[in-house]
């Protein structure tokens, strides 16, 4: 085991999400849950719990079909290769910070035979005038709300209506990568009293994540009309995604869509709360200034080398573990910023205080460089 990782366990207080996950703890309280729901075992796909689960899943968003999938990178593969090949063209269109273009080593052209055109700049949203770079040959748009490699930003909801106008003169096609859709509600409901199904409505297909904020061990659900569905399934097995079983990941899901979803606004505020304490630090940058949704990204002048010192040092002292990983900043245009780190708040930062929140970030942002 490295040294961050005996660390990482050694820390009582964690500002990522929901903190170390005990194993056992998990275990006993996916089996209680289990208990309650009587679940029963699925097999390669079929099984009460899951087909109801799926079901269930496809109403909160409006569509008429779900799958339960193990990962999130084959579902939106798998839901682009669909598109491409009922179009006949190749091409996909994102964002530059889309996770097909930084997290997945390109699996959509290795595995698909997918090309990518990327639209719009890393530090903000897609704008209509970004679709005059495309030719009107892509099979399908992917867009990721909220964008999370750029700070958690959401456009308004009007903005987002002009966006899949003007992206409907393009493309026939478009895909919601809604890993983190489930935090979107709050930003959304204040003023148009919103339900998810709402924002799922304009596209044609959505993928939602259960191990982020909800606190699954794993899985996703790839959601939109059943003829596509049942293609999607045909593609799950070709891919060799139709395990055998999947009922302890199934399990895990449901559970933190019951334990976490009612939280996220008390998330969300939370953020806010702790991005107004950067404010007063010196030599960081809080982007977006006011966050959206239960995550953003704070900037420093220090290295990533130098910050990893910090937080080990910190770790070490305080018993407190502050961030998993640092990134190079997409802001050195901005104040010399040379770093970045992602908060993602859970119920960890619901019970850190703010003196002792500031107090790290402060050792952090004045470390030498």
């Known amino acids: 085991m490295s040294d961050h990782a005996t660390l990482y366990r050694q820390c009582r207080q964690h500002f990522y999400m929901h903190g170390r996950i005990s194993i056992p703890t998990l275990y006993q309280d996916m089996a209680e849950y289990a208990r309650h729901f009587d679940v029963d075992v699925d097999q390669y796909g079929k099984g009460t719990f899951l087909n109801d689960f799926e079901a269930e899943v496809a109403r ?6 779900a799958v339960f999938m193990p990962s999130g990178v084959m ?14 063209l190749t091409r996909i269109a994102y964002h530059p910070t889309s996770h097909l273009e930084i997290n997945e080593h390109q699996g959509y052209r290795f595995l698909h035979g997918l090309q990518a055109s990327l639209l719009g700049e890393h530090r903000r949203l897609i704008e209509p005038d970004d679709f005059s770079t495309l030719d009107g040959s892509a099979s399908s748009l992917l867009l990721e709300l909220p964008q999370r490699w750029a700070g958690g930003l959401l456009p308004e909801w009007q903005q987002l209506n002009r966006v899949i106008e003007t992206a409907r003169q393009y493309v026939s096609y478009i895909h919601l990568d809604g890993a983190r859709l489930w935090e979107c509600l709050h930003y959304y409901s204040q003023e148009n009293d919103f339900q998810l199904s709402h924002i799922s409505r304009p596209f044609d297909s959505v993928y939602v ?18 003829a596509f569905i049942d293609e999607a399934r045909i593609w799950l097995r070709r891919q060799g995604g139709n395990l055998y079983q999947l009922h302890p990941m199934v399990v895990a899901a449901h559970m933190g869509m019951d ?7 008390a998330y969300i505020k939370r953020a806010q709360t702790i991005a107004g304490l950067i404010k007063n630090i010196p030599g960081l940058i809080c982007h977006p200034q006011q966050p959206v949704v239960n995550m953003f990204h704070i900037h420093f002048a220090q290295d990533v080398n130098m910050l990893e010192k ?10 407190i573990w502050v961030a998993g990983k640092f990134y190079p900043s997409y802001l050195k245009g901005t104040d010399n910023m040379s770093s970045f780190m992602e908060v993602h708040v859970g119920e960890s930062l619901l019970n850190i205080d703010d003196q002792t929140f500031h107090n790290c970030l402060q050792r952090l942002a004045s470390a030498d460089q």
């Open 60 to 65: 909160l968003l409006g569509k008429e079909a």
């Open 310 to 319: 910090i937080r080990d040092h910190i770790a070490r002292e305080s018993g």
């Open 75 to 88: 579902a939106q593969q798998i839901a682009l290769r669909i598109r491409a090949d009922q179009s006949k």
């Open 259 to 265: 334990r976490y979803l009612p939280h996220i606004p």
């Open 209 to 226: 994540s259960f191990y982020k904020t909800l606190g699954g061990i794993g899985g996703a659900m790839l959601v939109g009309e059943q």
